[in-house]
């Protein structure tokens, strides 16, 4: 696609609901991001996708946030038993080329969790 | 490990004023250096980014942005400011000896007055 795709944009989820975020990169991309942004604040690492593999997921606040990219294109960010410290916008990011630093990441236009 | 500081919550300017939004940052190795905005409701744009060369960077919607190794900032800039530039502006950066996560600073509101 032209640009990076999230769904759902909007989701609500009654405390202890699991929520599963989903990612379309541009299409061909190698790198794949996951951030969490609180209102007001700046965006926040949770983990990175280099095709297939989870190279990076030192971001992730807790073992209730799983994310996965079985097949090295679209990605899933799972959270299990939502707590309400949970509510944030999720970001998802790619770039075209493995291995070097320089490169631009793109993004979407966030999930945006609320959970009451 | 690195790090990104924005000094500055908000800027004030008045439209076709020049505007500086300030950035400094600490990395281990050599920068990769991003400014961002995000409007209201959306995503992050990507504005421009420094990676080797000139230090002065030229971007998107007339924006510029100059690196100084010296003072490690990369603040943004244009020359003339309008009212839709308001928005809030990240800066970011990466080391590279790290090809994959890119640090975020907090955040600057630019909020530009007719």
């Known amino acids: 696609g032209a640009g990076v795709s999230q769904s759902p944009r909007y989701k609500v989820a009654k405390r202890g609901q699991d929520v599963a975020l989903r990612c379309d990169p541009i299409s061909g991309h190698v790198s794949l991001f996951w951030y969490q942004q609180a209102l007001g604040q700046g965006p926040e690492f949770l983990t990175y996708f280099q095709n297939e593999a989870q190279l990076d997921k030192s971001g992730l606040p807790s073992d209730r946030f799983f994310a996965e990219r079985p097949e090295g294109s679209v990605s899933t960010l799972k959270i299990q038993r939502t707590q309400q410290e949970d509510s944030a916008v999720y970001l998802c990011?790619?770039?075209?080329?493995?291995?070097?630093?320089?490169?631009?990441?793109?993004f979407g236009e966030g999930s945006w969790l609320t959970v009451v | 490990a690195q790090s990104v500081a924005q000094p500055e919550d908000q800027v004030n300017v008045a439209e076709g004023n020049p505007l500086t939004v300030k950035c400094t940052y600490s990395?281990?190795?050599?920068?990769?250096l991003f400014w961002y905005v995000q409007y209201p409701n959306r995503g992050l744009q990507f504005l421009l980014k420094y990676i080797t060369g000139d230090n002065l960077v030229k971007g998107s919607y007339g924006f510029e942005a100059e690196f100084n190794k010296s003072q490690t900032s990369f603040h943004l800039k244009k020359p003339s400011a309008l009212v839709s530039d308001s928005a809030l502006y990240f800066c970011?950066?990466?080391?590279?000896?790290?090809?994959?996560?890119?640090?975020f600073g907090s955040g600057t509101r630019l909020s530009i007055r007719p």
């Open positions: 970011a950066v990466r080391d590279d000896s790290s090809a994959s996560k890119i640090i």
């Open positions: 990011a790619s770039s075209s080329r493995q291995g070097l630093s320089g490169n631009t990441i793109y």
């Open positions: 990395v281990s190795g050599n920068p990769y």
